[in-house]
C-alpha cells in the first residue's frame, strides 16, 4: 500500500503550524548571532533566515498506539515578510534529525518514521516546505 500521499498531506497540514516553535535545543548549540546579521531589506521586503540552532518543526501523530510528539532540526531556511506580513518562504527539514519527545532518535517509532513505508530518509535525507501563499482567517467568525 502507498502511504506517501497520506504522509505528504499529515506534513502540508502540521508542519506550517509548527514554525517558530522552540524544541528542546541544547545548550551548546545556541547561535549568537545578532537579529539584524539574520535578515536581509530589499524594498518592503525582508527576508529573515531561520535561526537552525534554535528553531525545530515540532510534530505530532496519533495511532492506535496512542499520541506521538516530536521535532526534527531545520538544515536551512528563509521567510519573506512584507510590510508586516508574511509573505513566503521555504524551510529544509533534515529528516535523519527526527526525534520523538520522549524517546529521542533510539526507538522503533523513529526507526519505522524513517523506514522506506513512511518518510524513506535513505531515499530522501531532507524535506523541503515551501510557502507559496498566506490567507488570514478571522478566528472570530469560527
Not at 36 to 62: C, M, P, Q, R
Not at 89 to 99: A, K, R
Not at 121 to 134: D, E, L, M, Y
Amino acid at each position: 500500500m502507498n502511504n506517501k500521499l497520506p504522509t505528504t498531506y499529515l506534513i502540508l497540514i502540521y508542519a506550517p503550524l509548527f514554525f517558530g516553535c522552540r524544541g528542546p535545543v541544547k545548550e551548546g548549540n545556541k547561535n549568537n548571532a545578532s537579529p539584524s546579521s539574520l535578515s536581509l531589506h530589499v524594498g518592503n521586503e525582508k527576508y529573515f533566515i531561520i535561526d537552525t540552532k534554535e528553531t525545530v518543526v515540532a510534530w505530532t501523530a496519533s495511532s492506535v498506539h496512542g499520541k506521538h510528539k516530536g521535532y526534527a532540526y531545520i538544515s536551512k531556511g528563509e521567510l519573506m515578510i512584507e510590510n508586516g506580513q508574511l509573505m513566503g518562504g521555504t524551510v529544509e527539514v533534515d529528516m535523519n534529525t527526527i526525534e520523538d519527545k520522549n524517546h529521542k532518535s533510539d526507538n522503533n517509532l523513529i526507526k519505522h518514521l524513517k523506514d522506506a513505508d513512511f518518510f524513506d530518509v535513505k531515499k530522501f535525507p531532507f524535506s523541503t516546505i515551501a510557502i507559496t501563499r498566506v490567507a488570514s482567517i478571522n478566528v472570530e467568525d469560527k
